[in-house]
């Protein structure tokens, strides 16, 4: 055999070989791949092929740490005692100081190690914890964490944050930037906001607690498990978790944010104590809304009391969800809201438990379940999304480019959702008899959810509503149902031995069904009281009020009434009033109306509604059924002596527009406060009482108005808009105006007269101010210098008349003109 022949088949088997190598590695590659839950090679390929190239296309923004060299060992000691004992302890995991640069700019900071576990100091993308001093700040924020993308998984986690704020829940700043410690390139990480005022400015929060359930004796608890130490802990449950406000040591200086710690906390214990249901604790529609996206989103994993976190509304004294931590995106097999409905609350359920009990949270949890569950809510939010999405998807993509974000998990879950909330068959449904003039029937469940009977129909006839009860409870797991008796009145004429059906829906849905009637009884000798449902007040009963024809219109009779208890107006009617009327509040008694309130006095004979007493907020307008308007109205506050601790008037996320209305107090109570509104005032007069107009991120437009007399500041305004024309602020004994949180105000032949100040501006606000009186013992106009996260300040002044102990202060890094002309920084702002 010649040397070439030979040569030849070295080189055939040597290709062979490799080929065989190639398909062989190929192989463990692609089981590996599958084993980590990815779907293979071939798409792993394709993924690097065609997603890498897109991270080009953009330079993510850069974040770059520097400590110093004790600093590090410390940091250092911490991942490598973590490392050991396969958890991060608390003890000796201190914050360090800190230098970081972003955008050109250094800030000073604090940082440690975060997390529990060790996957936060795998490899060289440790997990940090920031706290950035004074006014300090990366992306709006002061309090964040950096983390690698995969702790929350990836572009998953974003979506979450996003969809939540989008449903109006607090969400936290989430997304993605490049790294660099000690000058060492890190790569890609995830920023994630942590808790603290940024977060509540970022969501047009007004300040309040944000809390949680002390998580440390659980994770002792969690420790102890991963050292096979195993007992009876009564300390690890949600029961025993003491209520922990985020920045304790800033409220406990803070009397205000003290009491409304107290307040939160007491409303939380009465919660979990079930001395007060959840729709009376919580926002209940927020709350529905956050555990039914996370039902879409496959975030059940996050449905743990230890990773709940809260935000208490001091306005309106209720608790909010804050978005945190989804673990989406996982398929889904039921909702988290199956088989939790016990029908009644308990100390000894859990938070979800508890709040799935209240009828008023579930109902609005089915309610946008349906909306979510439809396929086009995916496709317009991705839709919506699409912008910032690519964005966020190339900057991960630039060391991640197989972690897409894979939307089909969201469509599955939705087909399983709309499924649930379509069961073939809700009840078996059997005819007890009749007595009387009543028809019995008893329901035995079959399903994971309440349901709500609407009526029984008589062969073709109009359905005829129960007597009593109208909630049948689920089927247990492993159990079977137990019946329940629902009651009928007969109507005269058709006879119980015809074909009946059972009008329903599971409790909160908009589908309605019918469920044939067994023609023959139930003889199981078991006897079940129908399930009281949630008790209202009878609006017809109280001599004060008439209802129109239609029965959507709530006429308030005229002459003088009392009123000693909360009169709650709910959703969906119109209330009406006209002079001569007189609403006298006793006993803390409130109006709070979900529905517009159209009141119309005269000139002559003005409607007056009266707070002799005193108390929290007098008059809430509140929801979202429609605009308000008052003509010639009265609100009389509290006589002198008597304490006012909320505003007399309160409008939340309402409109209202006022004409020639006047608002009076001796006391030091708040005036008006309006919270993401809508207010007009026209001609109207406010006098005495402490902050007479508070307005966070509203907008309002007064017109011919009068203020005096404040005992403190006389309007204060927290982002949203504002316009004065033709109004006077006057012997006001704070300041004038107040503008922060990048509010916007513009005066027009206004004036200001304050023992203070006579306008503040902060915060990037924006202050347009024309042919104005301002006349201030203190400064006549102050713009605080530039803050990092909110940029600089913006003010106009245009033919202005000023005076004051300094007519213009004006901070470092603002932009402020006087007639046109640039007004240098004077040094005075600053030193404020």
Not at 685 to 695: E, F, P, R, W
Request: glycine share 10%.
């Amino acid at each position: 055999m010649s040397k070439g022949v030979k040569k030849k088949r070295k080189v055939i088997r040597l290709v062979m070989g490799l080929i065989l190598l190639g398909v062989l590695a190929g192989f463990v590659g692609d089981r590996l791949l599958k084993r980590k839950g990815h779907p293979g090679l071939r798409r792993f390929v394709a993924q690097w092929v065609g997603n890498y190239p897109k991270s080009f296309a953009i330079e993510p923004p850069l974040l770059s740490i520097h400590v110093g060299d004790l600093e590090l060992e410390r940091l250092q000691n911490v991942v490598n005692e973590a490392r050991e004992r396969g958890v991060i302890l608390p003890e000796g995991n201190e914050y360090v100081s800190a230098e970081l640069t972003s955008n050109g700019k250094t800030f000073k900071a604090r940082v440690r190690i975060k997390g529990k576990m060790t996957d936060h100091v795998k490899g060289d993308k440790w997990s940090f914890r920031v706290i950035a001093k004074k006014d300090g700040g990366f992306l709006g924020m002061r309090r964040f964490s950096l983390q690698h993308p995969g702790t929350r998984n990836y572009l998953y986690e974003w979506v979450h944050q996003r969809l939540m704020r989008g449903e109006g829940i607090v969400a936290l700043r989430y997304g993605f930037i490049r790294l660099e410690f000690n000058g060492e390139d890190r790569g890609i990480y995830a920023y994630e906001e942590h808790f603290g005022p940024e977060l509540l400015e970022h969501n047009a929060r007004v300040d309040g607690p944000l809390f949680r359930f002390d998580p440390g004796l659980f994770w002792q608890h969690r420790l102890n498990e991963m050292e096979g130490v195993r007992y009876d802990e009564p300390f690890a449950a949600y029961q025993a978790a003491a209520v922990d406000a985020y920045g304790t040591g800033a409220i406990s200086k803070d009397p205000k944010a003290t009491r409304d710690l107290e307040e939160a906390v007491a409303l939380m214990n009465a919660f979990r104590n079930a001395e007060l249901p959840a729709s009376q604790v919580f926002d209940a529609d927020r709350v529905a809304r956050r555990l039914a996206l996370l039902d879409v989103l496959g975030g059940h994993r996050s449905l743990d009391w230890s990773d709940a976190k809260f935000y208490y509304d001091p306005v309106l004294r209720r608790i909010e969800p804050v978005a945190y931590e989804s673990f989406s995106a996982h398929p889904i097999r039921t909702i988290a809201g199956a088989y939790q409905w016990a029908g009644r609350t308990d100390p000894s359920q859990d938070l979800h438990t508890a709040w799935f009990n209240d009828p008023v949270l579930f109902k609005a949890y089915i309610h946008h379940l349906e909306r979510f569950s439809r396929a086009t809510y995916i496709d317009s939010a991705l839709h919506a999304l699409a912008p910032a999405l690519d964005t966020a998807s190339a900057t991960v993509y630039g060391e991640f480019p197989y972690k897409e974000l894979d939307a089909s998990t969201y469509y599955a879950n939705q087909r399983i959702i709309r499924q649930v909330l379509n069961d073939p068959k809700g009840f078996h449904a059997y005819r007890d008899g009749r007595e009387g003039d009543t028809l019995s029937i008893s329901a035995v469940p079959i399903g994971s959810l309440p349901i709500e009977i609407h009526g029984i129909r008589f062969g073709d006839a109009d359905p005829t509503p129960v007597i009593g009860g109208t909630i049948l409870p689920i089927r247990q797991v492993g159990k079977p149902g137990v019946p329940a008796t629902f009651r009928f009145l007969m109507p005269a004429g058709p006879d119980e031995n015809m074909d009946l059906s059972v009008v329903y829906s599971v409790l909160g849905a908009s589908v309605r069904k019918e469920e044939k009637v067994l023609p023959f009884r139930l003889l199981d000798g078991v006897g079940v009281s129908p399930v009281a449902g949630t008790p209202r007040s009878d609006l017809r009963a109280l001599p004060f009020l008439s209802f129109s024809d239609d029965h959507r219109t709530i006429l308030l009779k005229s002459g003088e009434w009392t009123i000693d208890k909360d009169l709650v107006i709910p959703a969906g009617l119109v209330v009406k009033g006209v002079a001569p009327l007189k609403l006298v509040l006793k006993e803390g008694a409130r109006i709070i109306s979900s529905s517009p309130v159209l009141l119309q006095g005269t000139d002559e004979a003005p409607i007056t509604i009266a707070a002799p007493e005193g108390g929290s907020s007098r008059v809430v307008l509140m929801g979202n059924g429609g605009r308000s308007e008052w003509g010639y109205v009265h609100l009389e506050g509290p006589e002198k002596g008597m304490s006012g601790t909320g505003a007399m008037l309160l409008i939340d996320g309402v409109g209202l527009i006022m004409d020639h209305c006047r608002f009076t107090s001796m006391t030091d109570g708040g005036m008006i406060t309006a919270v993401r509104a809508e207010l007009r005032m026209d001609r109207c007069m406010v006098t005495g009482g402490k902050d007479q107009l508070a307005s966070a991120f509203s907008t309002v437009v007064l017109d011919h108005c009068s203020f005096s007399g404040a005992s403190d500041d006389c309007i204060v305004a927290r982002g949203g808009a504002l316009r004065i024309v033709r109004t006077q602020l006057l012997n006001v004994k704070g300041i004038g105006l107040k503008l922060n949180t990048s509010a916007m105000a513009t005066l027009d032949l206004a004036e200001v007269q304050a023992a203070g100040k006579g306008i503040e501006v902060k915060e990037g606000s924006v202050l347009t101010v024309k042919e104005s009186r301002i006349h201030a013992q203190g400064a006549g106009v102050e713009v605080a210098r530039e803050e990092m996260r909110y940029g600089p300040s913006i003010v106009d002044l245009q033919q202005v008349e000023i005076s004051g102990s300094v007519p213009v202060a004006n901070g470092k890094g603002n932009k402020v003109t006087v007639n046109g002309e640039a007004f240098r920084p004077t040094g005075t702002a600053d030193r404020q």
